[in-house]
């Protein structure tokens, strides 16, 4: 906590999350770039070597940190981690998101075997399931149900760490599922394929003439290969109608659920804040349980005793005094240290007197990779810390 | 800078991207103002609805609409904040005069569809407002001498510009099609230059260079390489390798303290120390980097950190920095 400040945030104990045994879900979410993904892993770690049975989801890791758990490659399933301090009796599986896999998966898991293979070998299908914006946080929430459903059933693990996919907006994946949803299970689709299900008579004569006007605009505008590469996807998806809706209703329920614990992740940076801030209160609104904010890549203020200002004031003073130019380099670079730390303090200060009730941890900035298990419980032991 | 010595003449289209967090908007913005130089007017857009043009220019949330946001040295800034639906009911208002049709497309979810569903639709539309604006000419000349745009990050960024991908795999005919093949061309060709800002650490150094490959191979231009928050190592070399070596000589810190009338007990000097000591690490492990990122042969420009945080003053001298290095 910053000593010049006179009210803090609450401190965020990170240990006492992961302990309690009615924790059994983790979510770190933020916007991109303030080190979600490390949070999770070191968070996951920390729990396993805790004694916790912990199973980590990343979703798009850097190269290094993949490799730090033993993850080489892509790999839709969970592995376990090897040289994790098993002492305590708790483990670490980890597995990287494979979102095509993990569509393909759901349509074999729900079509009979002759219509998934015309899902699978749509164009509009492919299209959807490798590359919509919103195909890898629906695919993430589905993949977090799918471990849950089997940690219910085997016991395989006690607690489940999700990183979040760097998305635009620190916003989007709790959106992204409803949306995916909304479009398969909705009235568009319905009117492009069978307009003369989607609603009664009445319905039909105010808006037929709508309605081709609109397919005939989407033709005109896409090219007919594109409609009807959708209008039979749609068919051959229309045995799951309902489904995907009904999955993302209970996803968004898992999220709200008790035993589920939200961290949002930020940098000091005026940017990551704001996005954390709105974040918050989303989290708020949609009455999802929300732990507190992980402040990542801190730049302590230091033990020297002094401002910026009076370094930068004794700097001035030794100016020109050549016996003391070491002390007087040395004076700058504190001040510079103390102006950094001071702005962080600021941005930090500023979130808590918008929402003095999130606690917070900070951890510390460091500027090389995560290379291996111990810099990760580095990192985890500046969150429990 | 006289004519000649700028790197990016001929370049209308600059693109910005970068690692999340490695301060693209920012660099966008400073780039922006640079071109805007000896009267030339410049165009800055986003386009992913963070309205981060407006935060840092401290001017209200910026519309769908083209508005000045700052001068400089008698040129001028205008922003945009592009909306993929605002983009498509523009672009169908102007090619399909829809009037009525455009209430029952948003009505059935179709506009929707359009903009958040249909893989690529949505970069299509906006990279086709760039476009737009990058072409645009009024009197026979083009309205804007540059446009800059503050692109998505590095991990999206080829996908984001070869607007190719999806579309043309769904889309094999019709304007949406077109569309797609005049923005491809327009983002390979001379007149553009992808941008890169990175850190001088492990992480966004990588992706940069992961970036430039998977630009290079889609045929995209690359530009520059703008590295952010450089630190000034604030001690002269030797100094900071004994710094590193904590081989600094504790007595002579000690005095200097007491010359300037300042607590010199050994947690004082200790503390210094350690931010010597720190700054020596850094300062080594912005040297690595930095030669990772000369591997890959581009122009590398310098930004220095602002250790107060990023303001408009802060923007003005930024944008001088990058001017002074020829990226303007």
Redesign the interface.
């Known amino acids: 906590m910053n000593p010049r400040s006179g009210h803090g945030p609450t401190h965020l104990d990170v240990d006492a999350l992961i302990d309690d045994p009615a924790t059994r879900i983790v979510v770190c979410c933020g ?4 080190g979600k993904t490390t949070t999770a892993a070191a968070l996951g770690l920390r729990a396993a070597e805790r004694g916790r049975q912990v199973v980590v989801l990343t979703i ?1 890791p ?3 940190l993949a490799q730090s758990m033993g993850l080489d490659q892509l790999d839709n399933t969970p592995r376990r981690v090897t040289g994790v301090d098993e002492s305590a009796g708790g483990h670490l599986d980890a597995m990287m998101l494979d979102m095509k896999r993990t569509f393909d998966e759901v349509v074999e898991a729900h079509a009979d075997p002759e219509k998934a293979k015309q899902i699978l070998a749509n ?2 299908y ?3 399931s490798s ?4 195909t890898q946080e629906y695919m993430a929430m589905e993949k977090l149900g799918q471990l849950r459903a089997r940690a219910d059933e085997d016991g395989s693990w006690d607690l489940i760490v999700v990183d979040t996919p ?1 998305s ?2 620190a916003l989007d994946f709790l959106d992204a599922p409803q ?2 949803g ?2 398969l299970d ?4 319905r ?1 492009l394929t069978a307009p003369a299900k989607a609603g009664g008579r009445a319905y039909l004569k105010v ?1 037929s003439a ?2 081709s ?2 397919t005939h ?10 409609l009807s ?1 959708v209008q039979t996807f749609v068919a051959a998806l229309d045995t799951m109608f309902g489904g995907f809706r009904e999955r993302a209703d209970a996803t968004y329920r898992l999220l709200q659920a008790s035993g589920t614990s939200f961290l949002v992740v930020a ?1 000091p ?4 804040l ?1 996005e954390a801030s709105f974040f918050v209160d989303r989290l708020s609104q949609d009455r999802m349980p929300l732990s507190g904010l992980v402040l990542n890549r801190v730049h302590p203020a ?5 401002s910026a200002e ?1 370094a930068l004031a ?2 001035e ?2 100016a020109g ?1 050549k ?2 130019a ?9 001040a ?2 103390e ?2 730390s001071e ?1 962080e303090a600021a941005l930090a200060e500023r979130f808590t007197a918008a929402h003095p009730d999130v606690p917070v941890v900070r951890v510390p900035a460091c ?3 995560v290379h291996d298990l111990a810099g990760l419980r580095e990192i985890g032991s500046g969150l429990g810390g | 800078m006289p004519e000649a010595e700028r790197d990016w003449d001929g370049v209308r289209l600059h693109v910005v991207s970068g ?4 301060g693209k ?1 920012t660099v966008a913005a400073a780039l922006a103002l640079s071109l805007a130089r000896d009267g030339r007017r410049v165009l800055l857009t986003e386009v ?3 309205q ?1 043009i407006a ?1 840092l220019f401290d001017v209200p949330p910026l519309p769908y609409a083209e508005r000045k946001i700052a001068t400089y040295a008698g040129g001028e800034v205008l922003g945009l904040a592009v909306d993929p639906k605002a983009a498509l009911l523009e672009y ?1 208002q102007l090619f ?1 005069k ?1 009037g ?2 455009g209430s ?2 948003e ?4 506009i ?3 903009t ?7 970069d299509v539309l906006l990279t086709g407002k760039v476009y737009e604006a990058v072409r645009r000419r009024e009197a026979a000349r083009p309205v804007y001498d540059a446009v800059v745009l503050d692109a ?2 590095t ?1 999206r960024i080829t ?1 984001f510009l070869g607007v190719g ?2 579309v043309v ?9 077109s569309q797609a093949d005049r923005i491809v061309s327009l983002m390979q060709s001379p007149q553009t230059a992808v941008h890169l800002v990175t850190l001088l ?3 966004p150094v ?2 940069t260079l992961d970036g430039v490959r998977d630009l290079t191979a889609a045929g995209l231009p690359v530009g520059g390489i703008v590295v952010n928050q450089v630190r ?1 190592p ?3 070399a030797r ?1 900071l390798s004994a710094a590193g070596k904590g081989k ?2 504790r007595d ?2 000690a ?3 007491r ?5 010199d007990g050994p ?2 000097v ?7 000591a720190r ?1 020596a ?2 300062v080594a ?1 912005e040297k690595r980097e930095r030669q990772s990122i000369a591997s890959c042969g581009r122009p590398v420009y310098e930004l220095p ?1 602002v ?4 303001d408009l003053g802060v923007l003005y001298e930024l944008a001088e920095l990058l001017h002074e290095q020829g990226m303007s």
């Open positions: 916007s991109g770039g303030v798009d850097a190269r290094r164009p509009f492919q299209a959807l590359s919509f914006a919103g760097p635009r907006s949306r995916l909304l479009f909705g009235r568009f689709i009117l808006f709508g309605i006007l609109v605009t989407m033709t005109r505008l896409l090219g007919a290969h594109f590469d940098a940076e005026r940017d990551a704001r230091g033990s020297t005793p002094f009076r004794a700097a003073t030794l005094d016996e003391h070491l002390t007087a380099q040395l004076l700058r670079l504190h510079e240290r102006r950094v702005r500027a090389e990779d | 690692k999340g967090g490695t908007t992913e609805g963070r981060g935060q169908l399909y829809l009525r049709a029952m497309l009505k059935v979810g179709a929707d569809f359009a958040t569903i249909a893989p690529g639709v949505q998505p990050p991990g996908r991908a999806e795999g769904l889309a094999r005919v019709g304007p949406i099609r650490e492990e992480m990588q992706e000034s604030l001690l002269p100094r600094l000589d002579e810190v005095a200097g303290l010359a300037a009338g300042l607590p947690d004082v200790d503390g210094l120390l350690d931010e010597a700054r690490a850094r492990l950190e250790p107060g945080g990023i």
